[in-house]
């Protein structure tokens, strides 16, 4: 089945930097690829996602990138904000056939933006 | 109504109580899923259903129950829990069953299992 590994576990910014937080994933079948973010104590909300003949979507200040030959999709946030502080979460499905969308999830990211 | 509701919000039970879960949404999506996540952990995958019928079991024990009485409804019963059970459920729906939907989730129950 796949696996998603997620990388920084954690990652501290200073408001106005940038923030990266990189996946990457194991079946080729994947074809969906989606960031949610979780507050601390809230319902995961889907953020961006991109499919895999895509190379890179942006929606304000993030945009998600995708490398299908090295299977590695990334989020990138610009210009952070407190607001932005959260648990990142990657997860890769694949449209089609019997997975019915299940979403295969990485560990998370605790990113912490600081005043 | 664009949310996904889920009752209760908190829920105490000893291991040798039934309980419910509760899920519900208005906005007329045909896939709905069971999540259990423990703290500072991604979501894991429980249950999936598509029109109504089961479509995915994650191999999880029988002491989990799911039902899905209409499309806009979506009930977890639970019997006989374990203390390691203890978690945040959360209920989540899609327009479709396919990867290429956003899954919209809701806002969970905390049960806690004595």
């Known amino acids: 089945g796949e696996n998603v590994e997620q990388h920084p576990s954690t990652l501290s910014v200073q408001e106005g930097d940038s923030a990266v937080i990189k996946c990457t994933y194991s079946?080729?079948?994947?074809?969906?690829f989606h960031w949610y973010k979780q507050e601390l104590g809230k319902r995961p909300q889907l953020i961006i996602d991109?499919?895999?003949?895509?190379g890179e979507k942006k929606d304000q200040r993030i945009a998600v990138t995708l490398n299908k030959t090295a299977k590695h999709f990334s989020l990138h946030i610009t210009e952070t904000q407190p607001e932005d502080s959260a648990v990142y979460f990657c997860?890769?499905?694949?449209?089609?056939?019997?997975?019915?969308?299940?979403?295969?999830f990485g560990q998370g990211t605790i990113l912490t933006v600081h005043p | 109504d664009t949310e996904v509701t889920q009752t209760p919000k908190h829920l105490v039970m000893g291991m040798t109580n039934k309980k419910s879960l509760k899920c519900e949404q208005h906005?007329?999506?045909?896939?709905m899923y069971w999540y259990k996540q423990k703290a500072k952990k991604p979501p894991e995958l429980m249950f999936v259903?598509?029109?109504?019928?089961?479509?995915i079991n994650e191999s999880v024990p029988s002491r989990f129950s799911p039902e899905c009485p209409n499309s806009s409804l979506l009930n977890l019963h639970l019997h006989a829990l374990q203390p390691e059970d203890s978690a945040l459920y959360l209920c989540?729906?899609?327009?479709?069953?396919?990867?290429?939907?956003?899954?919209?989730f809701g806002p969970g129950t905390r049960l806690t299992v004595l």
């Open positions: 997860a890769a499905s694949t449209a089609g056939g019997t997975s019915y969308g299940k979403l295969t």
């Open positions: 991109i499919r895999s003949n895509v």
């Open positions: 259903y598509s029109y109504e019928k089961l479509s």
């Open positions: 989540a729906s899609s327009q479709g069953a396919g990867g290429g939907f956003e899954q919209f």
């Open positions: 906005m007329g999506h045909r896939a």
């Open positions: 079946d080729s079948a994947s074809n969906y």
